[in-house]
Every structure is written in structure tokens, then in C-alpha cells.
T-cell receptor, first 112, second 112 residues
Framework: DGGITQSPKYLFRKEGQNVTLSCEQN?????MYWYRQDPGQGLRLIYY???????QKGDIAEGYSVSREKKESFPLTVTSAQKNPTAFYLC???????????FGSGTRLTVV | AQRVTQPEKLLSVFKGAPVELKCNYS??????LFWYVQYSRQRLQLLLR??SRESIKGFTADLNKGETSFHLKKPFAQEEDSAMYYC??????????????FGTGTQLKVEL
């Protein structure tokens, strides 16, 4: 069954900790993306990657880091430098510009 | 820089009434526009793309370059249309991928 899998579904982080959100796809898509979804603000792009071993900052990259060592995987690390990390995080992939994105089910991160 | 505006946070209509969800964009290049929908407890999914000029679940959207708009319309609302709707603008990246900029979303509520 093809798709995008995000884990965990819920994540709690203490202040000052780094946490890593997982995103795996078996759609053979080259491009992958991380968005942050906040109420009233829509989706904002954090990082994106068009090919393996390459990624670019999006609109709100500060306090986040990513890696793209495999085509299937695009993990996002929320570092302690991110001042307001509590949010819903969405991962997506795409096979090309005209086809739109396939989204994962999201990870809800809460700082406690 | 590109921008997507959805002026209504909430749109409430009665079942059987026409629906129009507004979307305006700002972009100096040739736009690629999409509508995404998020039903309760489901993942964000593509509803339709302007390039395909299709009708999905009775919804249509026409790109009006003069008014820089891509409004989503349906002649007769159904209860199952209740969801959050996001308009998105695609920008082509070097290398063939794209980056989507989303609006803040409109919550559609169809009342009986």
C-alpha cells in the first residue's frame, strides 16, 4: 500500500530538547517537503528536498534541520533553538510540479 | 514573492445552496493553482488542479488571470462537503520540482 508515513502521531518535548520527526514514503517521489500547520495561519514551508543529499530552506527554517540520505526518508529535527515548536507538522512528497502533493497524516508536537 | 489569500475563515451554507470559496493569489510568473481539502480526522488531500480543468465531487475552479483568482465553486452543497479547504499556489523550482504556498484556509460548514 503506497503512501507517506509519519511517526510518531503525538510527541511531547521538554524545553531545551531536540526531537526528530520521521517521514517515510514508498511512492518513489523525488521531492519531499515539511510544513508546519498552525490554526489561522495555514501551512508554512519549513524545508524541502528535490533530490537525495540536497535540501533547501523554506519560509520558516529557523530552529529546524533536515537530512535526505535516502530517497524514501526525510526526517525533521526540531531543535531547542525553535522558540515556538508546539504545532502540527505535515510531511509531503511529489512526483512533479503538475501533480500536487501527497501528504502524511501528521505529527502533533507539544512542548511541556 | 508569492502570496495566497483566502478572505473567509469560516463559510456556513445550507444543504443544497451554492458554495463559493474565494482564493486570490499574487505571483509574477505563470501560476499553478490547486485546491486541497482536509476532512475531519483525515489527512490533507488534493481536490483539484487548475491545469486539469476537472470537476471533482461536483467542485470546479476556474483560473482568472485578470482578477488573479481561483475560486472554488459547487452548485449544490452536501453535508459531506463540510471540511477545511486550502488554496495553494505552485512555483516551479530549478530542476523541475515545485514549492506550494498555501492560503490560511476556509472552514466550510454545511448545515441541514
Amino acid at each position: 500500500d503506497g503512501g507517506i508515513t509519519q511517526s510518531p502521531k503525538y510527541l511531547f518535548r521538554k524545553e531545551g530538547q531536540n526531537v526528530t520527526l520521521s517521514c517515510e514514503q514508498n511512492l518513489n517521489h523525488d521531492a519531499m517537503y515539511w510544513y508546519r500547520q498552525d490554526p489561522g495561519q495555514g501551512l508554512r514551508l519549513i524545508y524541502y528536498s528535490q533530490i537525495v543529499n540536497d535540501f533547501q530552506k523554506g519560509d520558516i527554517a529557523e530552529g529546524y534541520s533536515v537530512s535526505r540520505e535516502k530517497k524514501e526518508s526525510f526526517p525533521l529535527t526540531v531543535t531547542s533553538a525553535q522558540k515556538n515548536p508546539t504545532a502540527f507538522y505535515l510531511c509531503a512528497s511529489s512526483m512533479g510540479s503538475l501533480y500536487g502533493y501527497t501528504f502524511g497524516s501528521g505529527t502533533r508536537l507539544t512542548v511541556v | 514573492a508569492q502570496r495566497v489569500t483566502q478572505p473567509e475563515k469560516l463559510l456556513s451554507v445550507f444543504k443544497g445552496a451554492p458554495v463559493e470559496l474565494k482564493c486570490n493569489y499574487s505571483y509574477s510568473g505563470s501560476p499553478e493553482l490547486f485546491w486541497y481539502v482536509q476532512y475531519s480526522r483525515q489527512r490533507l488531500q488534493l481536490l483539484l488542479r487548475h491545469i486539469s480543468r476537472e470537476s471533482i465531487k461536483g467542485f470546479t475552479a476556474d483560473l482568472n488571470k485578470g482578477e488573479t483568482s481561483f475560486h472554488l465553486k459547487k452548485p449544490f452543497a452536501q453535508e459531506e462537503d463540510s471540511a477545511m479547504y486550502y488554496c495553494a499556489l505552485g512555483v516551479i523550482l530549478t530542476g523541475g520540482g515545485n514549492k506550494l504556498t498555501f492560503g490560511t484556509g476556509t472552514q466550510l460548514k454545511v448545515e441541514l
